[in-house]
């Protein structure tokens, strides 16, 4: 076994691969970036080697600085996680090159399996069902369109040489194709360096269900079950679970011989994830193999009991694989949330941001249990621009998938993140749809359930006014000390004393009112709806509202976190983000300045769509942006004539920034 290894990646994934080699008593070495010089993963290791500013080209994508690193300090293996280096050959045979092992495949099988249209004949060859498709190297846009037009719409155009969702596009007629083959291409040129593509079969209402494998060096190959990806945005998985809802033995044993079959066809030695589309039916399709460990390999870990991670040192150094096929056991249902920074009612753009509050639900780290959670960061931490928007894998295990789902629901509930905007709420709301709840599943299902998932209110407004006021009482009664001078309840000998609460939320004014009775009742008024009202605080965070009159009280727990003026309020039924105005402080506030075409988030300019001088319509597509390795199109607010351009292509650009001048 391994003395020393080191870890060529960053956030969550590395502190994954540090927690089990601590476990198994091999030292460990980070490598990391200017912006994540007081990261996580470079605490959970024994050494840490700088190897470049934030940029991943600069930093993370530098194989020769990381192959240094693990020269001068010693480190026999390179274990290089997910995303990054973990599927580029040219990094694993440097290594094999170098007398250092690569803890994955070897380099011929990521080649084989890298890029996607190989794969495919590879796959044919091996007798793996396929979907129908044009898998060529002719690159020609008229021969592939040709070819999408003889497949029928709609297609999939893929990047041949991606994953994660990036040069994806579904295409739903001829008129569309052209557009969608460019941004495919230069998604792909910028996430792999190769813009070729593949076209397939779109096939209508798929389950994405893979299975994950295992080889070792003496020829060994097994699976350890499958898990079901189906609910996805933009092509980007965000709920996963294993085993799938509604597999049969039969079912589960043929597309595990077939994963097998697709791993020895290369040779393939490690964890590795073949995935398949399914119809509703049952029948399946290869549709890539993805050479390293998985983000959503916990599920299996979960329902396993296995350490991969483990399993991948062991075969790394050597070692035959810890079970055979025969001995393999799956117990229980488990559910895998992706929490991530991102707007998802403004279509998931990702959102940089402090995390000024992180508080996680009771959980063990890195081990089967009922919840899990695999995080890179911690409360204070920044999410950057630089890298993807995942902030933390939440994961809860149960004896069967109804007592699963009751814990992610409870485990969500207990996860509250303030600083910047996160997936939390629309991720509660995803698991408690009626398709997701009842095992209806398919890549559609969030559009197919949009209505419920997308501009939901969060907690009523009488409660989360209730919840700031209640916590700036507590506020108060802490700082106020034993001098009744100082005490601002507005105690009254005789009548009741009423107090202003000017809030914001949404961007719309408020107030609510809050009238104490000299009897030492209270009621609070929101909007003109009068509440009898009552709290008791154990802290300036932690509350109990107590709203209405016996027998109809509705009690409610709530905590609430403050940064400055905003603060935010979390309940069993909801959160929500309220703005405590201090009205004298903001006296001399004018107006804000709006009606112009600004940048959602920070990142690089890819293009304009439209040039100074032209007459545009509202909702047409102006500028193309790149943040967190995806591409997001801007479009125009209004109707208007473009005036001036204000970045050339290429810029980086922060958020807020004005991109042009848009004249009505």
């Known amino acids: 076994m391994f003395k020393k290894i080191l870890i060529a990646n960053r956030g969550e994934i590395a502190c994954r691969v540090a927690a089990t080699a601590r476990r198994m008593g091999i030292q460990t070495v980070a490598v990391y970036s200017e912006a994540d010089a007081d990261a996580q993963h470079v605490k959970a290791c024994d050494e840490a080697i700088l190897i470049g500013s934030p940029a991943p080209r600069d930093s993370y994508l530098q194989w020769e600085r990381i192959l240094d690193a693990a020269k001068r300090t010693g480190a026999q293996a390179v274990h290089p996680g997910y995303g990054f280096l973990s599927e580029n050959e040219a990094f694993a045979q440097a290594c094999a090159d170098a007398g250092v092992v690569f803890i994955g495949p070897p380099p011929s099988a990521i080649q084989a399996m890298g890029l996607k249209a190989e794969s495919k004949r590879l796959m044919e060859a091996a007798k793996v069902p396929l979907v129908p498709g044009y898998h060529g190297a002719d690159q020609d846009p008229a021969l592939l369109k040709k070819e999408a037009d003889r497949i029928g719409y709609p297609v999939l155009i893929k990047a041949s040489a991606g994953g994660g969702g ?310 108060e009664a802490t700082t106020q000390g034993s001098d009744p001078w100082s005490a601002r309840d507005g105690w009254r000998m005789f009548g009741s004393a009423t107090r202003r609460f000017d809030l914001e939320a949404g961007g719309r004014h408020f107030d609510a009112l809050l009238s104490r009775h000299h009897r030492g009742g209270m009621t609070l008024t929101v909007e003109g709806e009068a509440i009898e009202f009552a709290v008791q605080s154990s802290d300036a965070e932690t509350h109990e509202l107590f709203l209405g009159t016996d027998p109809e009280v509705q009690r409610l727990r709530v905590k609430t976190y403050a940064q400055g003026e905003r603060v935010a309020a979390f309940a069993p039924t909801g959160s929500a983000v309220l703005t405590e105005v201090d009205v004298i402080a903001h006296a001399g506030d004018g107006p804000a300045e709006g009606g112009r075409l600004t940048a959602p988030m920070p990142g690089k300019l890819i293009a304009f769509l439209a040039k100074a001088g032209d007459t545009v319509t509202q909702g047409q597509p102006l500028a193309v942006m790149e943040a967190m390795k995806m591409e997001h199109t801007i479009s125009a607010p209004r109707d208007g004539k473009v005036a001036e351009l204000l970045f050339a292509v290429g810029d980086q650009v922060g958020d807020g920034a004005e991109l042009l001048k848009l004249e009505a």
């Open 166 to 475: 990036k040069g994806m596009r579904a295409v739903y007629g001829a008129d569309e194709f052209d557009a969608a083959l460019a941004s495919c291409k230069r998604e792909a040129i910028n996430s792999f360096g190769d813009d070729a593509v593949l076209i397939e079969r779109y096939v209508q209402r798929p389950r994405h269900i893979e299975i994950q494998v295992f080889g070792d060096t003496q020829g060994d190959c097994v699976y350890l079950f499958e898990r079901d990806c189906s609910v996805q945005r933009r092509h980007q998985k965000v709920l996963e679970e294993a085993p799938a809802p509604g597999m049969t033995a039969e079912r589960r044993a043929q597309m595990g011989e077939a994963a097998v079959a697709a791993a020895k066809a290369v040779g393939y030695v490690g964890a590795g994830t073949v995935e398949f589309i399914a119809e509703q039916d049952g029948r399946f399709y290869f549709m890539e193999m993805n050479t390293r460990l998985q983000v959503e390999h916990p599920v299996t870990e979960a329902i396993t009991g296995q350490d991969l991670v483990e399993w991948q040192l062991r075969v790394a150094s050597g070692q035959p694989l810890p079970l055979k096929q025969s001995e393999l056991r799956m117990h229980g249902h488990a559910i895998e949330a992706r929490i991530c920074a991102e707007n998802p009612d403004g279509g998931f753009l990702p959102a940089t941001g402090t995390l000024d509050v992180a508080r996680w639900p009771a959980h063990v780290a890195f081990e089967r249990g009922n919840v899990r959670i695999d995080a890179g960061v911690r409360e204070g931490d920044a999410i950057s621009p630089y890298y993807d928007s995942m902030v933390a894998k939440l994961i809860v295990w149960g004896e069967d998938r109804a007592q699963a789902l009751a814990r992610l629901d409870a485990a969500l509930r207990d996860t509250h993140v303030v600083g910047l905007q996160t997936n939390v709420a629309f991720l509660r709301r995803c698991a408690a749809t009626a398709s997701f709840a009842g095992a209806d599943l398919d890549t559609g299902l969030i559009e197919r359930e949009k209505a419920v998932l997308f501009d939901q209110p969060g907690l009523p407004l009488r409660i989360s006014a209730a919840a700031i006021v209640a916590h700036t009482l507590a506020v």
